[in-house]
């Protein structure tokens, strides 16, 4: 289970590293099925899309939703799996997003290495 392809859901709000991840998440053998930017639109998408494995969530996002208000809604009717990445290292964000049972939590620059490595440990 852990090898197979995994669908999914990218939600990050600046462009160059939306690009960067869809790049990383792409090489390691799996499919972005969307890439959003808003926390409302991260909520419908999760929703919306079939078979989604995975959600790829930024903290920060261009709305007034943030990725962990985002998976709370998302958590009221889906289990599934997230890794938060983030440029913010305080403990209190941490805390506010453990409550939404995260798999990872992966600090900002994100590398192919830490994308495959928290990827495994969501499926494993």
Same mark, same amino acid.
């Given at each position: 289970m852990a090898d197979q392809p995994k @669908? %999914? =859901? =990218? +939600?990050?709000?600046?462009? +160059?590293?939306? +690009? %960067?991840?869809e790049r990383f998440i792409? @090489? =390691?053998?799996?499919? +972005?099925l969307a890439t959003v930017s808003e926390g409302k639109a991260a909520v419908q998408s999760a929703l919306k899309l079939k078979g989604v494995d995975l959600i790829i969530m930024d903290i920060r996002l261009s709305d007034d939703v943030d990725g962990i208000e985002a998976? @709370?809604?998302i958590?009221? @009717?889906s289990d599934v799996k997230v890794i938060y990445v983030t440029g913010n290292t305080e403990a209190a964000t941490k805390e506010r997003?453990?409550?939404t049972k995260?798999?990872?939590y992966i600090e900002k620059p994100v590398t192919?290495?830490?994308l495959?490595?928290?990827i495994q440990k969501a499926f494993s």
């Open positions: @669908k %999914i =859901l =990218l +939600v990050e709000d600046d462009g +160059v590293q939306q +690009v %960067i991840m792409n @090489k =390691l053998g799996h499919t +972005v998976m @709370k809604q958590r009221q @009717k997003a453990s409550e995260f798999e990872d192919p290495e830490k495959k490595g928290a």
